[in-house]
T-cell receptor
Framework: DTGVSQDPRHKITKRGQNVTFRCDPI?????LYWYRQTLGQGPEFLTY????????KSRLLSDRFSAERPKGSFSTLEIQRTEQGDSAMYLC?????????????FGQGTRLTVV | GNSVTQMEGPVTLSEEAFLTINCTYT??????LFWYVQYPGEGLQLLLK?????DKGSNKGFEATYRKETTSFHLEKGSVQVSDSAVYFC???????????????FGKGTKLSVKP
């Protein structure tokens, strides 16, 4: 399968713990996006990478959140000191360089539950 | 800022009924418009897209026309099937304007249930 893969699919953590999610994009895609989706809402943009450079961060990305894409391939999203409000589905998407209108391919997401 | 508004769900239809899901947008510049679909237990998939005014996107019997004058991109299908039951998201792609490099802005989603 050459689609976008995310790991883990589900994560339950206690409030205050740190969690890290991984995204493996489609191999030839140099653009990678993280989104957050809460129940009954559409996905909301969190941050964007072009190769290894993090080019944009949404105001939704508090200082407890950090994302990396060290070699321009896979990416990680870490949440420190989790809060119950962080419970959501975290989606990763990738797309190819060049045209703005190329399709973004989404992974199946990581569902985070903070208890 | 840019935004997408789509009709509230859930929408319940009988098989072979006509479907319309309304979507309107607010945007600066000239965004591309998309419909994504999320089937139960699966990730988001692109259903169709349109990149400029008056373009019509189509796929699997679904259609949507980019209407700049009404800032709309309504999704339609002439005859729905049970297998079309899913959540549908309207989205626009931020153009390279003020730094946003093509991230998507989504509506809240409309859940469609089709009964046999």
């Amino acid at each position: 399968d050459t689609g976008v893969s995310q790991d883990p699919r589900h994560k339950i953590t206690k409030r205050g713990q740190n969690v890290t999610f991984r995204c493996d994009p489609i191999s030839e895609h140099n653009r990678l996006y993280w989104y957050r989706q809460t129940l009954g809402q559409g996905p909301e943009f969190l941050t964007y990478f072009q190769n290894e450079a993090q080019l944009e961060k949404s105001r939704l990305l508090s200082d407890r959140f950090s994302a990396e894409r060290p070699k321009g391939s896979f990416s990680t999203l870490e949440i420190q000191r989790t809060e119950q409000g962080d419970s959501a589905m975290y989606l990763c998407a990738s797309r190819s360089q060049g045209q703005m209108n190329t399709e973004a391919f989404f992974g199946q997401g990581t569902r985070l539950t903070v208890v | 800022g840019n935004s997408v508004t789509q009709m509230e769900g859930p929408v319940t239809l009988s098989e072979e009924a006509f479907l319309t899901i309304n979507c309107t947008y607010t945007a600066t510049g000239y965004p591309s418009l998309f419909w994504y679909v999320q089937y139960p237990g699966e990730g988001l998939q692109l259903l169709l897209k349109a990149t400029k005014a008056d373009d019509k996107g189509s796929n699997k019997g679904f259609e949507a026309t980019y209407r700049k004058e009404t800032t709309s991109f309504h999704l339609e299908k002439g005859s729905v099937q049970v297998s079309d039951s899913a959540v549908y998201f309207c989205a626009l792609s931020n153009v390279n304007y003020g730094g946003s490099q093509g991230n998507l802005i989504f509506g809240k989603g409309t859940k469609l249930s089709v009964k046999p």
